[in-house]
């Protein structure tokens, strides 16, 4: 049983990262968006692509993939901010539908429908824990979401750029009133979601299903993750995603109920919206 909790803790990881950028998205711009994976995928179809087609060394063909994974991501920002500033959170977040069935089809044709052939960027041991192996990867994508989660509390309080995001997420006319720009500032929050995904993504799809769909697919996990705080709260995403995480590798482990593992996101999502909705749902059944 622990060794398959430890086996979760990677993929946990890597949707707590993905939790955190949803979440920062959330509260920063008013959008849920369902394209974060999406958009990373594709950075880290185009690293391998830079790595194999071009003959670039992995560190470059990482780094030219990461970018193209923040651009993307900052291009689907730039739509949102210039026809869709005055639209509702449910209006934009619809909108991010789009580029995510547009980047699998894309990735289909510019990279074909198999699982690519990624090289590990980190790799091996890190240290035992109770006689289970915990790997690089593990670890990596683990502090990468605490780290994250702490940049951004950070810098969000103790930052002059923080206090203007703060300002326009909460009061967005009377920031523009006061002369913050609103749509560069929106923008830049795209490409840094977008740049920390696909980095996440490129350090743990080569021990993942790494085909088109499940990375983008990804982006259901990390949504049950930033629910566990209501798309507010990052310490909070962080737990869910490392705890749903958990919970896939041990229901990994038992054979009888392996197939809900696949369900498990949903039926996070599920129990979490009737948590949050209990009271409504308690007066509506009496």
């Not at 969000?156 to 009133?177: H, K």
């Not at 310490?235 to 369900?263: C, K």
Request: glycine share 10%; proline share 4%.
């Amino acid at each position: 049983m622990l060794q398959g909790a430890i086996a979760g803790l990677a993929a946990g990881g890597l949707y707590a990262v993905l939790g955190v950028c949803l979440t920062l998205m959330s509260r920063l711009v008013r959008v849920v968006n369902f394209a974060q994976a999406a958009t990373a995928m594709f950075g880290a179809f185009s690293a391998v692509w830079f790595v194999s087609e071009l003959g670039v060394p992995i560190w470059l063909g990482s780094v030219l993939g990461v970018l193209v994974g923040g651009l993307l991501s900052a291009a689907i920002g730039w739509i949102a901010a210039t026809w869709l500033s005055e639209a509702s959170t449910t209006t934009r977040s619809a909108m991010t539908v789009g580029p995510l069935l547009l980047l699998i089809s894309l990735s289909f044709i510019l990279f074909g429908n198999k699982p690519q052939p990624f090289t590990p960027i980190i790799a091996g041991p890190a240290f035992s824990f109770g006689g289970v192996v915990v790997s690089q990867v593990t670890v990596a994508t683990v502090v990468m979401a605490v780290v994250t989660a702490i940049a951004v509390r950070v810098v969000l309080r103790r930052t002059r750029v923080g206090t203007q995001l703060r300002a326009l997420s909460e009061r967005p006319t009377t920031a523009e009133l006061l002369g913050i720009r609103s749509r560069p500032l929106s923008i830049a929050v795209w490409f840094v979601t977008g740049v920390i995904s696909a980095i996440a993504i490129i350090i743990v799809a080569p021990s993942q299903s790494n085909d088109a769909t499940s990375l983008a697919m990804l982006i259901v996990p990390a949504a049950a993750a930033a629910l566990l705080g209501g798309f507010r709260r990052l310490d909070l995403a962080v737990i869910g995603g490392v705890v749903l995480g958990v919970l896939s590798g041990l229901v990994a482990q038992i054979d009888e109920v392996a197939l809900v593992r696949n369900f498990l996101p949903f039926l996070f999502i599920v129990v979490l919206l009737l948590w949050t909705q209990r009271k409504e749902v308690w007066d509506a059944a009496r």
